[in-house]
């Protein structure tokens, strides 16, 4: 037998010292899991639940009305965006990872969340045809009066618009699918601010801007976060890049939010009654709510940022090769993060079912 040659040891001892180490914590790593899920899970079902619960609790002691059907009409417009966000999301990352190497996409579920959003903006035509009341039969909606109304006919615009969203899904052209979704966030300003209220055009243009970008945040980063667990094996690092891409972006859509959520709420609250309305009215208790929402987003978002711009420093401990970080390591708090987003999505629905606050 011939002996190994001193060159080949050294390169197989090299290569077990770079080789990584079996685990010996898989248990723990397992029960690790385990928690996250089941705090994913509370975290959704949570959200789940504000529509139900959210306006009883907004309303408890501040002497306010609870408009009936208020339950029903938080749900559906919660579904109605996270519908709308799904697709405008897909857009905005198909966009970054454009320029990509090596990146995959995922395939879309803008037909599935059109069809979706077809069935909650039905569901609020129904009560707006039956006098903003949940309808508990045919006869009680005035179909032929949705036309002759502003409500009416915006509510109606925005069940059309699903439906092109669902059948242009499929287009190669960006324009064509963006259209019918432009036309929901016009439908969705013009219809949160009527034309008593004062400067309703203001009103109006801030609700756009706010809107879109939170259907960009929201449905970017789960469609991010799909095409990072697509990419994992074959290529980490070009989902890594996809996120880190989509972090940027994130920075200016939270800059944007921020500006237009602050202008919103002043229009509603002036600034001398800010404070009293956060806790004694339900609108402003629900945006206090929202608003800590954000705050726990934010720093999430910041986690997984932080991780990502570890991951992709070299390690100076190796000098046989350049060692990066694991660029899945941003992947449990942007899923955290992405889950939260679900929650203030419905606490945003609640807020255009309780009622506005009288400016003191």
């Known amino acids: 037998m011939s002996p190994i040659p001193p060159a080949a040891a050294a390169g197989d001892e090299a290569a ?3 080789a990584p180490a079996p685990s010996r914590h898989r248990p723990a790593d397992r029960r690790r899991a385990l928690r996250r899920t089941v705090a994913v899970l509370c975290l959704a079902a949570g959200g789940l639940l504000i529509p139900l619960l959210g306006p009883g609790a907004a309303l408890d002691g501040t002497g306010e009305a609870d408009d009936p059907g208020v339950e029903a009409v938080t749900l559906l417009r919660g579904v109605l965006f996270a519908a709308l966000a799904v697709p405008v999301g897909e ?30 903006a039905l569901g609020l035509t129904a009560i707006v045809a039956a006098g903003n009341l949940v309808p508990t039969s045919p006869s009680e909606m005035d179909i032929g009066g949705l036309y002759g109304s502003r409500d009416g006919t915006l509510a109606l615009i925005e069940v059309n618009a699903f439906v092109v969203a669902g059948l242009l899904a499929r287009s190669p052209h960006a324009l064509l699918r963006l259209a019918p979704l432009a036309a929901i966030v016009a439908a969705e300003a013009l219809r949160a601010h009527p034309a008593t209220e004062d400067t309703p055009l203001l009103g109006s243009a801030l609700t756009l801007v706010h809107l879109t970008c939170a259907s960009l945040w929201a449905g970017g980063l789960l469609y991010a976060l799909r095409t990072v667990w697509l990419l994992r094996a074959q290529a980490p690092d070009a989902g890594a890049a996809v996120l880190g891409r989509y972090a940027r972006g994130a920075l200016l859509l939270l800059a944007a ?48 940022r932080r991780r990502l711009r570890t991951a992709a420093e070299p390690s100076p401990s ?20 992405v889950v939260l987003l679900g929650a203030v999505v419905a606490v945003s629905a609640l807020l255009t079912a309780v009622p506005v606050p009288i400016r003191w």
Not at 91 to 120: H, I, K, N, Q
Not at 331 to 336: I, L, Q
């Open 257 to 304: 939010l921020t500006a237009t959520g602050v202008c919103s709420a002043l229009r509603r609250m002036p600034p001398g009654t800010v404070l009293d309305q956060l806790t004694e009215t339900a609108y402003g208790r629900t945006l206090l709510g929202k608003v800590l929402l954000v705050a726990v987003v934010c720093a999430l978002a910041l986690t997984a």
């Open 16 to 18: 077990a010292a770079d």
């Open 318 to 337: 190796s000098r046989l090769r350049s060692s990066r970080g694991d660029p899945m390591a941003a992947y449990p708090p942007a899923r955290a993060e």
């Open 91 to 120: 857009e905005f990352v198909r966009r970054l990872a454009a320029r990509v190497p090596g990146a995959t996409l995922p395939r879309g579920w803008s037909a599935y969340a059109a069809v979706v959003g077809a069935l909650a």
